[in-house]
Every structure is written in C-alpha cells, then in structure tokens.
C-alpha cells in the first residue's frame, strides 16, 4: 500500500502560481512512478503531468506545457507540481497518483494509488 497526501492547494489569482506536494509513504516511493491529474466541475478527470521513477522522464498535458513542472525528491518521499501563469480554466481538485510500473503515462489505469486531492482555485 502507499498513502498520499497532498498539500498546497488555495485561491490564486489569475498569472499567479502554486505549488502543490504530494507526500507519499507505505512502500518504496523511488520504485514508482508518480502524476497528477485534475478534475473541475462537471468534467472528465484530465491528466496534467508525470514523472518516471528517476525524474528522468516527465509528461505533460498540452494544456500545462509551458507552464506546469512536475518534479520529485526521492529522499524525501515527495512529488511536486509548481504550477506557473494559473488561469481560471486550471480551477479544479488535484489528485496525485502512483503508478507502480514505474514509467511515465498519461492513462488513468496504470496507476496504481490515489490521493485525496487538494483544491485550486483561479479567480480571474
């Protein structure tokens, strides 16, 4: 089992910025990969970014790119989403997940364990 908690979450205006943590424990978190999806308001969840097991491999979004940065510390059990130029169309509940194959990946099914979420909130 791994838990995640996530944090950081809050009201931003819009062009601000963020940074959301992930904090895992439970089993080794350096043998998975790790992402964050979203999910606003009568939408489809929609998966913004990954992070292979190393950091050496990330993806994102086409919505994101350019603007998001996903990252992790491995020494300290933790995955990170610096959000930059928020828009009001990023308002949405974040979840972090855990993915134990190990690779990046952008579909929902191969992760493995799920975060409560953390809200953000863009005002325009």
């Known amino acids: 089992q791994v838990q995640l908690v996530e944090s950081g979450g809050g009201l931003v205006q819009a062009g601000g910025s963020l940074r959301l943590s992930c904090a895992a424990s439970g089993r080794t978190f350096s043998n998975y990969a790790m992402g964050w999806s979203r999910q606003a308001p009568g939408k489809e969840r929609e998966f913004v970014a990954s992070?292979?097991?190393?950091?050496?491999?990330?993806y994102y979004a086409d919505s994101v790119k350019g603007r998001f940065t996903i990252s992790r510390d491995n020494a300290k059990n933790t995955v990170y989403l610096q959000m930059n130029s928020l828009k009001p169309e990023d308002t949405a509940v974040y979840y972090c997940?855990?993915?134990?194959?190990?690779?990046?990946?952008?579909?929902?099914?191969?992760?493995?364990?799920w975060g409560q979420g953390t809200q953000v909130t863009v005002s325009s």
């Open positions: 997940a855990a993915n134990s194959r190990g690779y990046t990946s952008s579909y929902r099914g191969d992760y493995d364990y």
């Open positions: 992070i292979n097991w190393s950091g050496g491999r990330t």
